[in-house]
């Protein structure tokens, strides 16, 4: 039973009992406001309709203090409810629950407004972390849940798909150092295709494993060579082709990066001659 009907009950117990023994009604503190004890020890003061609480007044029980409106013995309207273990909850209640629009502040150092349903955090809202971290955004059943925006206090963020609490489904992730990368993330990190824009304007598409550029891919640089092929912890690295600038292209097997490779050149007009990259300058071996 939810502690407003359980208030209701009590409090049907004592109209009952006071009607059968014939006592006097509960005096006023003041004009039409009452104080009312329970068989539990609660204690009411306020505004009363009959001897239920109903409009503003103050319930004080073993676990909780609640200050705000009252509806026929339920926390119903706009209230501060501050529980013993040091969470707090201000806002819209309704049927005895944090219910509509409101802000949570937990012992923990955890803050969250936003959307309340039933007493569960559920909508849309900002949840913030006692370190700094926050997430705007959907949630469910307390957690973020859906699209929205996280937001780590070094400056990182990440927008897109959450799924219990964690950066799961598809979304973008931005460096503070102006790189970003678009993928699909498992666990809080990138996986299978996506796609890896560098702060100085290169760009990468292709596969990434576990938030590492890994796989087959193509890098675009900004001067203009592209490079597509076997890659392996953010660079070429393995078999690929390399095309120059001058409209011939290099096929071989590159050694981490594009400063050392062997194979050939296909020249602008077909012709294949052996060559290497050697301090990342293409040499025709002849």
């Known amino acids: 039973m939810s502690p407003g009907r359980a208030i209701l009950a009590a ?4 109209i009952a009992c006071a009607r059968a023994a014939d006592l ?8 039409g406001m009452r104080e009312l004890i329970f068989a539990d020890g609660s204690i009411y ?10 409009g503003r007044g ?36 309704q049927d005895d629950r944090p219910d509509g629009a409101g802000r949570y502040q937990f012992a923990n150092g955890d803050s969250y407004e936003g959307q309340v349903k039933s007493g569960t955090i559920a909508g849309r ?12 955004g959907l949630f469910a059943d307390g957690v973020a849940q859906g699209a929205g925006t996280y937001r780590f206090k070094a ?6 798909e959450m799924d219990q609490g964690r950066i799961q489904g598809h979304g973008r992730y931005y460096w ?20 890896y824009r560098f702060a100085n304007g290169d760009l990468y598409e292709g596969e990434i494993v576990a938030g590492m550029i890994t796989g087959q891919g193509t890098f675009r640089y900004q001067s203009g060579l592209r490079y597509q092929g076997e890659v392996r912890d953010g660079r070429p690295d393995g078999k690929g082709v390399l095309w120059l600038l001058d409209g011939g ?13 062997q194979g050939h050149v296909v020249l602008p007009d077909g012709r294949q001659v052996p060559a290497q990259i050697v301090d990342g300058k293409a040499k025709i071996l002849e």
């Open 24 to 31: 006097p009604p509960v005096p006023e503190l003041a004009p």
């Open 45 to 54: 003061r306020g505004a009363v309709r009959g001897l239920l609480p109903h």
């Open 125 to 136: 809202g900002r949840y913030t972390t006692k370190n700094g971290d926050s997430f705007d």
């Open 58 to 93: 103050e319930l004080v029980t073993k676990s909780l203090t609640y200050q705000g409106d009252f509806q026929y013995g339920l926390k119903q309207g706009r209230g501060l409810c501050v529980w013993k273990n040091g969470d707090r909850y201000e806002g819209q209640f």
């Open 155 to 160: 400056g990182d963020r990440y927008e897109g």
């Open 11 to 14: 409090l049907a117990c004592c």
């Open 249 to 261: 292209r290099f096929e071989g097997t590159f050694e981490k990066g594009l400063e050392h490779a």
């Open 176 to 195: 503070t150092n102006g790189d970003s990368i678009e993928a699909d993330f498992v666990d809080g990190k990138a996986s299978g295709l996506g796609k």
